[in-house]
Nanobody
Framework: QVQLVESGGGAVQAGGSLRLSCAAS????????MGWFRQAPGKEREFVAA????????NYADSVKGRFTISRDNAKNTFYLQMNSLKPEDTAVYYC????????????????????WGQGTQVTVSS
């Protein structure tokens, strides 16, 4: 059983930056592909970014490509989402998630393929 805890959310003006962190415990972190999802009020949860177990493969939603960077530090059991050039439409609760499938290349965009989820952290971008 893996526990995930997000941190780093907050309020920022458009054009600003935030870095989200997700700390994992209770499992072998390097056995999991990791992903970030977000959910805005009244909207479905959507994929943001994912990273493979060793960090060599990443995947991004088109809406964040070139602005967000996902990374991981397996020695620290933590992965990150660096968010630059933030826009008001990035406002949402951001969730980290772990995918336990035994694949070295998995970077799924599908929330149903993730097995463990954090509690979420709010990101608010004002114009």
């Amino acid at each position: 059983q893996v526990q995930l805890v997000e941190s780093g959310g907050g309020a920022v003006q458009a054009g600003g930056s935030l870095r989200l962190s997700c700390a994992a415990s209770g499992g072998t972190f390097s056995n999991y592909a990791m992903g970030w999802f977000r959910q805005a009020p009244g909207k479905e949860r959507e994929f943001v970014a994912a990273i493979s177990r060793r960090g060599g493969i990443t995947n991004y939603a088109d809406s964040v490509k070139g602005r967000f960077t996902i990374s991981r530090d397996n020695a620290k059991n933590t992965f990150y989402l660096q968010m630059n050039s933030l826009k008001p439409e990035d406002t949402a609760v951001y969730y980290c998630a772990a995918d336990r499938r035994p694949s070295a290349t998995a970077v799924s965009t599908i929330s149903g393929e993730y097995d463990y989820w954090g509690q979420g952290t709010q990101v608010t971008v004002s114009s």
